[in-house]
């Protein structure tokens, strides 16, 4: 069974930077694509960065330019570095690993 574990979530100021790490208990982790999700209180589960397993980026709209999703093959983890930390991105962040298995999340909070 694939697990995935997320990590590097906490509260930040506005304006601020955090790094989230997911790590994959799998080899076939290099051959799939990972996506971050978040899901803010009473919202749905949206899409924010995908990676290919080439290494093509996609990016919603929202965070453009403040994102940058990344993976490590070697080491079966993906990235999401987040700069320009808005109050709109609090939320918990999830990744994904193609449509195999999802993380339990990692909550990130941007408050003054």
């Known amino acids: 069974q694939v697990q995935l574990a997320e990590s590097g979530g906490g509260l930040v100021q506005p304006g601020e930077s955090l790094r989230l790490s997911c790590v994959a208990s799998t080899r076939i982790f290099s051959i799939h694509n990972m996506n971050w999700y978040r899901q803010a209180p009473g919202n749905q589960r949206e899409l924010v960065a995908s990676?290919?397993?080439?290494?093509?980026?996609n990016y919603a709209d929202s965070v453009k330019g403040r994102f940058t999703i990344s993976r490590d093959n070697d080491k079966n983890t993906a990235y999401l570095q987040m700069d320009h930390l808005q109050d709109e991105d609090t939320g918990v962040y999830y990744c994904r690993l193609g449509h195999i298995a999802w993380g339990k999340g990692t909550l990130v909070t941007v408050s003054s």
């Open positions: 990676i290919t397993a080439t290494g093509t980026t």
